[in-house]
């Protein structure tokens, strides 16, 4: 099956800071990538869709500024958490959709647990 | 505004027996539902589907209902196995075109805990 990595598993920062969180598609090509984030026992929350190629399409309530994609590449997404705060802290999940596969079905990296102290 | 919701957080069911996971949507617009499975810090992973033009959609112990008119689906696990243990998520995509194509609206999630 198709698979989608992220990098870092975990990370710890300063407020203040920003990190970068990569996602990967290891075996296909991800024309469409989404960024979703979860806080404790709640659900996936969308945060924005990347196309390759273009700007990413942010949800409602999402500061565009503040959550900075890019998808540079049909294998590469990343999403900067710019000047980080303890709010941000949360479990970020990507996915990817790729030409070939169904259009309905994403697959999901394994996730980035972002702590802001 | 939550248009899917799974109203259980929680589920307990006996080793072999039949756990029945349900979620209720309120978008008449979406046309394809899905299954994820969540072990906590890991992504979820795809299970099972089913069209709206569907009502019944079978994957070995693995069964998902769809009852349009209801706005409800459910998911059935027979039997059940203490490695369903997991967080069950249902998602719903909306039929539209466009840069957003193909987002998924997520439930709440469903902690199913099968003993042995």
């Known amino acids: 099956g198709a698979v989608v990595s992220q990098h870092p598993s975990w990370v710890i920062c300063k407020s203040g800071t920003s990190v970068k969180i990569e996602c990967r598609s290891l075996?296909?090509?991800?024309?469409?990538m989404f960024w979703y984030r979860q806080f404790p026992k709640q659900s996936l929350m969308l945060m924005a869709t990347?196309?390759?190629?273009?700007?990413?399409?942010?949800e409602q309530g999402v500061e565009k500024d503040k959550f900075l994609i890019n998808h540079a590449s049909l294998t590469l997404s990343t999403l900067t958490v710019t000047s980080a705060h303890p709010e941000d802290s949360s479990f970020y999940i990507c996915s990817a959709r790729g030409r070939g596969l169904t259009s309905y079905e994403q697959y999901f990296g394994p996730g980035t647990r972002l702590t802001v102290t | 505004d939550q248009q899917v919701k799974q109203n259980s957080p929680s589920l307990s069911v006996q080793e072999g027996r039949i756990s029945i996971l349900n979620c209720d949507y309120t978008n008449s617009m979406f046309d394809y539902f899905l299954w994820y499975k969540k072990y906590p810090a890991e992504g979820p992973t795809f299970l099972i589907s089913i069209s709206s033009i569907k009502d019944k959609n079978e994957d070995g112990r693995f069964t998902v209902f769809l009852n349009k008119s209801a706005k409800h689906l459910s998911l059935h696990i027979v039997p059940s196995q203490p490695g369903d243990s997991a967080v069950y998520f249902c998602a719903a995509r909306a039929s539209a075109g466009g840069t957003s194509y193909g987002k998924l609206t997520f439930g709440q999630g469903t902690i199913l805990t099968v003993h042995p």
């Open positions: 990347s196309n390759e190629g273009s700007k990413a399409t942010y």
């Open positions: 075996d296909f090509q991800a024309t469409t």
